[in-house]
């Protein structure tokens, strides 16, 4: 079946521009994360949602990263007035549902280059 | 100090060598444990899981896991050119939900 997928796969913007990232998690998966890949720095948490309950805002570097799952589905990370530290990729994952020995499916990612 | 730390390599070995990975961490409540492998320009993804201290083996992977000594490694046995990648450690507390992630080890298997 289809993965998780990301859009788009590149994203170049200027600096202090605001920029909106999708993901689209498999079909049936309860939980949705968002990581963030910096060169050097691995991946970093940044916010997870599952069914209805209150979003894990807890990885969010600053308060101009937001982040929201309509309909239990899809995912939109936006960043708002962008910086150069903010360049890296942004993953997505998926899995069916939290905790225990469940598994994370990520998507290809979402590599942002800030000017 | 990071919660998990992962030597990032690079590491170059010839094609059938066995190779061997390891990560270190310091959080105790850390339960579960994961290899990602990731290529280029992808998404990680899932090699091995696994809970409880000890060994488990899948082909020519094998995942250990020491809670005492809080240190965990993979090794690859007969190591191809396809195992070329970044590999990345991961770790989760007991009920928790975020992966904690090594900043990833780059191995190249060179013919």
Known sequence: ???????PSNKV????KDVELRCDPISGHTALYWYRQSLGQGLEFLIYFQGNSAPDKSGLPSDRFSAERTGGSVSTLTIQRT???DSAVYLCASSLQPGGTDTQYFGPGTRLTVL | QKEVEQDPGPLSVPEGAIVSLNCTYSNSAFQYFMWYRQYSRKGPELLMYTYSSGNKEDGRFTAQVDKSSKY????IRDSQPSDSATYLCAMRAGGGNKLTFGTGTQLKVEL
């Open chain 1, 1 to 7: 079946g289809a993965g998780v997928s990301q859009s």
């Open chain 1, 13 to 16: 913007t200027e600096k202090g």
């Open chain 1, 83 to 85: 910086q150069q530290e």
């Open chain 2, 72 to 75: 965990i490694s993979l090794f």
